[in-house]
Nanobody, 123 residues
Framework: QVQLVESGGGLVQAGGSLRLSCAAS????????MGWFRQAPENEREFVAG???????FYADSVKGRFTISRDNAKNTVYLQMNSLKPEDTAAYYC?????????????????WGQGTQVTVSS
């Protein structure tokens, strides 16, 4: 079992940047795909970005060109660099580990989740 802890959320003005971190402990996550999801109040949780065990990345259209996902396997950490933030990016952001090595957008493919970190973007 992998334990995931997110950090780096906060309040930022529109146009600003934040970097989220997801530290993994327990069973190694090196071979598995990792993903970031977000959930705004009264909305369903949605896929934001994913990275395969081999480092291939994929993004939701809404964040493409603004967000960058990366991983440092030596540190057991996944990052989400968020630039040019918009008020509609406001949500709780969750890190998750996939059962698979590739990138998967479906929540059901992920078997470990962090507790979430809040990102609030003011206009």
């Amino acid at each position: 079992q992998v334990q995931l802890v997110e950090s780096g959320g906060g309040l930022v003005q529109a146009g600003g940047s934040l970097r989220l971190s997801c530290a993994a402990s327990g069973r190694t996550f090196t071979s598995y795909g990792m993903g970031w999801f977000r959930q705004a109040p009264e909305n369903e949780r949605e896929f934001v970005a994913g990275i395969s065990g081999g480092g291939v990345t994929f993004y939701a259209d809404s964040v493409k060109g603004r967000f960058t996902i990366s991983r440092d396997n030596a540190k057991n950490t996944v990052y989400l660099q968020m630039n040019s933030l918009k008020p509609e990016d406001t949500a709780a952001y969750y890190c998750a580990k996939s059962r698979l090595s590739g990138i998967v957008r479906l929540m059901g493919a992920y078997d470990s989740w962090g507790q979430g970190t809040q990102v609030t973007v003011s206009s």
